[in-house]
């Protein structure tokens, strides 16, 4: 991996992460619906979760579904371009979005990735089983070594 490259040359990245309580698939403007309604009912959840420290995310007072939309295209763009990678958590049987995992550069040289995820209110009980689960599936089918997990 080159000093200036989030993976190295001709990686291909997983699209998906399945376990019998949630699965991961690369988030995209599909999503738009889902994902605003997900995280718009859980700013306070979400705003108290480890990794999201300086309070900018989510918007208290939420955004349109034009500009989730536009954020949802902005992460499938990274996706493809191999700049970073965002994948929805979505039900395993109804499919509903419950969640969102980030893995981007890292700000710092100490970590090769920074981690964070989310999930709705009502699900949180999949906090843990999700930052563990994503931890674990990096370790085994991502290139970076050093994870900084925002606490986790």
Request: aromatic share 10%; charged share 25%.
């Amino acid at each position: 991996m080159t000093s200036d490259a989030f993976v190295p040359a001709g990686f291909t990245p997983p699209t998906s992460l399945i376990t019998d309580r949630f699965r991961l698939e690369p988030l995209g403007p599909q999503h738009n619906v889902a994902d605003h309604a997900a995280w718009m009912s859980s700013i306070e959840h979400i705003r108290t979760t480890p990794g999201y420290p300086d309070g900018n995310w989510p918007p208290v007072s939420g955004m349109s579904l034009e500009k989730n939309l536009s954020d949802l295209r902005r992460h499938a763009d990274d996706f493809t371009r191999g700049a970073g990678f965002t994948f929805t958590v979505l039900d395993p049987l109804d499919r509903d979005v419950i969640g969102c995992v980030y893995l981007y550069p890292s700000a710092s040289e100490e970590y090769d990735v920074t981690v964070q995820s989310w999930v709705r209110a009502d699900r949180a009980d999949l906090d843990v089983p999700l930052a563990t689960a994503v931890a674990n599936w990096i370790a085994t089918d991502w290139p970076w070594k050093r994870l900084d997990r925002c606490g986790r």
